[in-house]
Structure formats: structure tokens, C-alpha cells
């Protein structure tokens, strides 16, 4: 739960950071119940949000979100894509503009995807947005998720994959993540450890709180 709860605010202040550096599109990608377009006042008035996400859960979003407001928010652009059989190309469909400085954020997502998408997603971005847009998202590290003794939370989750239907099979493993994003073509690549959220985030009355060691946040830009 602490990483949960630092990646949270992490990425929250990345993107603020990012909306005072002047980003006019966020791209939330398995974009699930995160709540930032709702949450932020300069989304609502400034940079286009996109949420992408498989049908069926964003139909539930999409109903949550009509018994909160009301109505759908105007400044959220909704795009349904099944990942089967459709690719982040369908973006451009609905007004996606890549000569925009974007920021991507995908959230508990990388893990849960293959290396085949994981370079396709990173492929798209690169080449599918300004100088100087830039990508977040949080990763587990390889030895964590094929080591004989496993993490609690990472053991349970596997073995409740063939009910969820989210398998574990994504990782990078610690201290590579920089040569893994530079083979890819991103450039400013810093990379937050759990150590890094402790002592940024649980401090105070929170001091006693821990981050999971085997998670780690990162962010890079698009060259420029």
C-alpha cells in the first residue's frame, strides 16, 4: 500500500510539474478509475485529456462518471480501444495531435502488458509527439517477478491471475531502466526508487511508513 500511495502522489506532482512547463495534451493510458482529469483545475480549463482504455471498463467509468456530474466532462476525450485488435493509432481518430507537447502517464500499467507492447507503446510516443513531451509510468523489477521467493503481494497476484485476468509479466530489472529507455530513444531519464519516494514522501508523522523495495517510477522526455 505505501508504493501505491507514493506513486500516486509521484505522478501526481510530475504532472503538475509538467503543466507549468506548458505540456497542452495528457494521454492516461489503462486509464481505469485514475482521476486526474476530475482533480486538476488546469486540465479542466488548459491541456486536452485523453483517457484510453478497453471498452467495456470505460463504459463503467463513463457511467460513474455521468451519476458524480451529471453528464460527461467536456474536457475529456474518451477513446475505446481493444488492445486485440487495435493500435494507439485509433488516437488520432479522436483529435489526438502530435504536434502538441504531451505528456503520457500510464500508471500500473507496464507490468501487466508484453514486451511486444510495452516497445509498441514506447515506439508510438517517440514518434508520435513534439520535442519535449515526456512519459511516466511505474515497473517492477524482473528478479521480483520470476524469483523463487516472491513478494507477498506479487506471489497472490499471480496466482489470481486466471480469475482477474492480470498476469505479471513485465519487468525491467533494477538499475537498467536508463539503458532500457536510451536503447529506445528518450533522453532526461530519471528514475525514482522506493527509497527515493520514502524520503520525499513519508516523513513525519508518516516516517514509520515503508515503500515496497522491488517497485521503482520513471520518467523521460522525447528528444528536445
Known sequence: MGFLVA???YIDDYLQ????????QLVILGAGLDSRAYRFDDLKEGAKVFEVDPPATQQAKRDKLKRLFGELPSHV???PIDFDEETLQKLFEFGYNNQLKTLFILEG?????????VDQTLEFVRK?????SSIVFDYVYTSALFSSRKR???????RTARYTGERLVFG???GKVKD?????GYFHIINITSQDLERAYFTGANQGRRVAPNYAIVHAAVEG
Open 7 to 9: 506513486r500516486c502522489r
Open 17 to 24: 510539474a509538467c503543466l507549468k512547463a506548458g505540456i497542452q
Open 77 to 79: 476525450t474518451f477513446i
Open 109 to 117: 500499467v507496464v507490468h501487466y502488458l508484453q514486451a511486444s507492447a
Open 128 to 132: 508520435n509527439s513534439s520535442p519535449g
Open 152 to 158: 507477498g503481494e506479487i506471489a497472490r497476484m499471480q
Open 172 to 174: 525491467i530489472e533494477e
Open 180 to 184: 532500457f529507455l536510451q536503447e529506445r
